[in-house]
């Protein structure tokens, strides 16, 4: 079964060829940028929801250390203050001799021995220490002059002295808590203690903490990580740090700014911190990033800083980013895997369709053309039922018309006939009256001869009427004949004639089938050759040609001799009923009218060719059977 071709005809190649280019072309670099783009994602929400839920975990300790903090700080606070109950602090204040000196060294030895401080000591207005519980050590306070420092000014003004620093003396950092002392209401001294705070940065340490606690100038007094101790944490001009330095607050240390990388607010008090590698607080090759929270410390100017390090958590996110990308890319493959197999699937399923429509578009291709023949076979049947019928009215037409012409023919001889027959009648009353004459007579050879004569006239008679008869039988025109078999009849008939003769006989014709009855076709035949025979009679080289060929449906035969001819009078009543040329009663004239009446009776011809060369050549045209079933003699 064949398809139609225009059905499976693609589309044209530049719309069908270069969407999936351009598809190919840019797909891959778009997942590639959509991977990246959503690890990043990934990534940034990962870390994003990791440093809140760390700050608020954080937030929790941030809480819990600095509360340590400020309890290890406030634990001093009321120190100072105690001495003030002392009355030989006082006396020491109001009259300074070495014995009260002596007392009050040895009291605050003792108190500064119970209260695990660093140093406690008493100064007078002036800022001279007056007594120490350091009396006896080699770089002891007593007699030196802090009146620059700030705990001293606050506290000598009657405020809360705070202060962190590092000793002038021994350049030992510490924190100060300096106290006014009043008596009746005017400060005659002030009372200083100096605590150490290192063992928080020892307990941090121990802890793994990472922490720092900043002062009002925003230098780091306590760190977990002494790299970072006595850097500043905020920017500071040059002025501050000449005027930071002129206190010796912080000893002759260089104030440095603890520089981060990168740093970011996250939120109030929340900052994202990053130190460089090489920097000479991280100690690996990395950097190192910090969520760094920070929280003032009450009763003090200072924050307590919390620094939680990132690196496990970026790592996590990282991960995370990863996670994501590969995800995407599993994702993205799965859908353009399905998306492909769904094209291959619906290519299949269009060219099934198609081929199924083709199939349909066949069959009702088939089905209508079927149906047309089907009809115009019908139409056909009715045609050939009609054109037989019309043959056969044709044919009966034809036949009346046959037998019509054929009566009128003998019409129109019929004065011939009765002409012809009227001779011998008259010639037969002559006769018969002589021969009863000479038979009354006696001379009866007369009389016989009579009597002959008169047999011959009835056989000529005889002969005429069973031509007109035989002609004017209704029927005999339908059959058909070989033409090979009548010639053979036709020459067998003659035969002992064309023996006398030697003939010179030339086949050239086939053995046809023409559509005339057998016995009329030898009865033309025998007509034809034996005119040739008495044309030729005074040859002394008698030759008969018989030649056929087919002819537009028909055969035509050429019956030629070489035989005396035909003149020019004789040409013009050839085929007239009775016209002959023979002498006596070798001729009736009736051979050439029955034989072309009988050939025009089916549908075929007799004429006559007067040959150059000599002769006669007479012509006989019959309808084939089957102009195809041509043989060769
Ligand atoms: P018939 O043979 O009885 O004379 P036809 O009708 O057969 O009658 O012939 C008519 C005349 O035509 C003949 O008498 C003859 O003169 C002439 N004729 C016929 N055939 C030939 C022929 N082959 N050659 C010369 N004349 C012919």
Excluded at 123 to 140: E, F, H
Excluded at 284 to 293: F, S, V
């Amino acid at each position: 079964m064949k398809c139609d071709p225009t059905l499976y005809r693609a589309a044209p190649p530049s719309l069908a060829v270069k969407p999936r280019l351009v598809r190919h072309l840019f797909l891959p670099p778009l997942v590639i940028a959509l991977m990246i783009g959503l690890g990043y994602i990934g990534f940034w929400v990962s870390e994003h929801y990791g440093i809140r839920s760390l700050s608020e975990n954080g937030q929790r300790q941030l809480e819990l250390h600095a509360r340590a903090v400020e309890s290890e700080i406030s634990k001093y606070t009321y120190l100072p203050s105690l001495l003030e109950l002392e009355s030989s602090v006082s006396k020491l204040l109001d009259d300074p001799t070495p014995e009260t000196r002596q007392t009050v060294n040895e009291y605050l030895e003792g108190l500064n021995r119970r209260s695990r401080s660093r140093a406690i000591y008493v100064m007078d207005t002036t800022g001279r220490v007056l007594a120490t519980s350091n009396w006896r050590d080699v770089d002891s306070y007593l007699g030196e002059d802090l009146s620059f420092r700030a705990y001293f000014q606050n506290a000598v003004r009657g405020q809360p002295g705070r202060f962190y620093g590092i000793g002038s003396t021994n350049g030992e950092p510490g924190y100060y808590l300096a106290h006014g002392l009043e008596e009746h209401g005017k400060i005659i001294g002030v009372a200083v203690v100096k605590v150490r705070l290192e063992a928080m940065e020892e307990r941090w340490q121990r802890a793994r903490l990472e922490a720092f606690v900043s002062d009002e100038n925003g230098i780091i007094i306590l760190s977990s990580d002494p790299a970072r101790r006595l850097k500043s944490v905020v920017p500071l001009s040059d002025e501050t740090k000449e005027k930071l330095a002129r206190s010796l607050q912080y000893y002759w240390f260089p104030l440095n700014e603890l520089q981060p990388l990168a740093r970011e607010t996250l939120a109030e008090g929340v900052e994202k911190l990053t130190f460089p590698a090489n920097s000479e607080l991280a100690a690996d090759e990395q950097n190192i990033t910090y969520l760094a929270q920070t929280r003032p410390l009450s009763d003090t100017p200072w924050n307590f800083t919390l620094l939680t390090p990132l690196a496990d958590l970026r790592r996590e996110a990282i991960n995370q980013g990863i996670l994501v990308a590969v995800a995407f890319a599993l994702v993205a493959f799965l859908l353009i895997a399905w998306n492909e197999r769904r094209k291959v699937i619906a290519t299949r399923l269009a060219a099934r369709e198609a081929l199924q429509e083709a199939n349909n578009q066949l069959e009702r291709r088939i089905t209508e053309r079927t149906t047309d023949l089907r009809a115009s076979n019908e139409r056909l049947k009715g045609q050939i039922r009609e054109r037989r019928q019309a043959e056969e009215t044709l044919r009966r037409a034809q036949d009346e018309l046959v037998q019509a012409g054929k009566l009128a023919a003998i019409g129109q001889m019929s004065t011939s006939i009765a002409h012809e027959l009227n001779q011998p009648l008259a010639a037969l009353r002559t006769l018969s009256g002589n021969t009863v004459r000479f038979l009354e007579r006696g001379q009866l050879d007369v009389a016989s001869t009579n009597l002959k004569t008169i047999n011959e006239l009835i056989d000529r008679m005889g002969r005429i009427t069973a031509s007109l008869r035989s002609f004017a039988r209704r029927g005999d025109d339908k059959g058909q004949a070989s033409l090979g078999k009548a010639v053979d009849a036709a020459l067998q008939l003659l035969g002992s004639r064309m023996e006398s003769v030697h003939l010179d006989l030339h086949h050239d014709f086939n053995d046809v089938q023409v559509q005339i009855d057998q016995t009329r076709l030898e009865q033309i035949l025998v007509n034809l050759i034996g005119n040739a025979l008495d044309a030729m009679h005074a040859q002394p080289l008698p030759a008969l040609w018989l030649e056929g060929e087919e002819y537009d449906g028909k055969y035509r035969l050429r019956v030629r001799d070489n035989g005396h001819g035909i003149d020019a009078e004789a040409r013009k009543h050839l085929f007239e009923p009775f016209f002959t040329t023979k002498p006596g009663e070798q001729g009736l004239g009736l051979g050439l009218t029955l034989s072309a009446s009988l050939a025009a009776a089916t549908g075929g011809h007799l004429g006559v060719e007067h040959p150059a060369s000599g002769g006669t050549t007479f012509v006989l045209s019959l309808p084939l059977v089957s102009p195809t079933s041509a043989e060769p003699i």
